[in-house]
């Protein structure tokens, strides 16, 4: 299939298919004229990107995730992944979560400060 036909089965942007490939994330084929041509292996591959990238994770660990995980994302995961990764991604969720009690801790300071300040001239 072409790129507009890919970009409608995956639900990608033609735009956001042409990044995975400059990435390296995706290969392509390539039709006699040179136009791309996505087969359904591709679209699934995309799939998994996506869920990968809307989990939070960086192209850079996704590129080094992508050779080793086996499935599909339709038939009940993310597939099987190799125990370096896993820490890696264990890793990165442990620095998010401390990123995230950093803000709460920043926000909670800012709505005390917020209930006891007085508005000038009152």
Do not use: W
């Amino acid at each position: 299939m072409r790129i507009g036909e890919a970009s409608r089965a995956s639900g990608v942007s033609a735009r956001s298919l042409r990044y995975y490939e400059d990435e390296g994330l995706i290969v392509p084929g390539r039709c006699g004229n040179g136009y791309r041509d996505y087969c359904r292996s591709t679209v699934d591959r995309v799939l998994v990107i996506r869920s990968l990238l809307e989990s939070g994770l960086p192209v850079r660990l996704i590129k080094e995730v992508l050779p080793h995980l086996t499935g599909r994302p339709d038939d009940g995961g993310t597939g099987v992944v190799c125990a370096e990764f896993l820490h890696e991604v264990r890793s990165y969720r442990d620095r998010l979560a401390a990123r995230i009690a950093m803000l709460s801790a920043q926000q909670q300071a800012l709505d005390g400060y917020l209930r006891q300040a007085r508005p000038a001239g009152a």
